[in-house]
């Protein structure tokens, strides 16, 4: 079936500097790829998207790129802070549908 | 946070037991879901409903089962059909139309004594 592949698992970083987590996806039908953070014990929320007819979308801090040729998405976090410390998780859709197949998540730990 | 809410937070059940869990949303959303989340595995989709009385199998449905008799409410039934169900389960919620962003719940986890 189809999967999406995500690297690295854990990732630690000095405050202030950039963080980058990728994921490949196999559905060369997929048209829209989400990113979660899920703070300890709390619920997953949206930070940022981005659908196949963008190459790229930065909010802030927070972008993500998408190449749909290699099928890899990428979130990049900028002055990074102790606060986005979490597990991050990207999806992709299952073709055109609004099912969304996640990656296993990144721990991202920022070092004050 | 709001709108999305899932009871109860901790649950605990002996082997052999059905447990119902419970996902209600005042969003006025459409489509609702619900996945399973295990360490270093993501999350996994169980169900989904995109209207009411309505609803498809994810990728991990064996023993799970889900009814959707309300646009609010999209309860999931753990069977004693399910080899391991200790997890913890997400529950979401999307506009519909042509909104893509899923809305999670805050989670129950889920225990077998």
């Known amino acids: 079936g189809e999967n999406v592949e995500q690297h690295p698992s854990t990732l630690s970083v000095q405050e202030g500097d950039s963080a980058v987590i990728k994921c490949t996806y196999s559905d060369s039908a997929s048209n829209y790829f989400p990113w979660y953070k899920q703070e300890l014990g709390k619920r997953p929320q949206l930070i940022i998207d981005?659908?196949?007819?963008?190459g790229e979308k930065k909010d802030q801090r927070i972008a993500v790129t998408l190449n749909k040729t290699a099928k890899h998405f990428s979130l990049h976090i900028t002055e990074t802070q102790p606060e986005d410390s979490a597990v991050y998780f990207c999806a992709a859709s299952l073709g055109g549908t609004y099912k969304y197949i996640f990656g296993t998540g990144t721990r991202l730990k920022v070092l004050a | 946070d709001g709108g999305i809410t899932q009871s109860p937070k901790y649950l605990f059940r002996k082997e052999g037991q059905n447990v119902t869990l419970s996902c209600e949303q005042n969003?006025?959303?459409?489509?609702m879901y619900w996945y399973r989340q295990d360490p270093g595995q993501g999350l996994r989709l169980i169900y989904y409903s995109q209207i009411v009385n309505d609803f498809q199998k994810g990728d991990i449905a064996e023993g799970y089962s889900v009814s959707r008799e309300k646009k609010e409410s999209f309860p999931l039934t753990v069977t004693s059909a399910q080899k391991n169900p200790t997890a913890f389960y997400l529950c979401?919620?999307?506009?519909?139309?042509?909104?893509?962003?899923?809305?999670f719940g805050p989670g129950t986890r889920l225990t077998v004594l």
């Open positions: 979401a919620s999307r506009m519909g139309g042509g909104g893509n962003e899923q809305f």
């Open positions: 981005i659908r196949s007819n963008v």
């Open positions: 969003l006025n959303h459409d489509a």
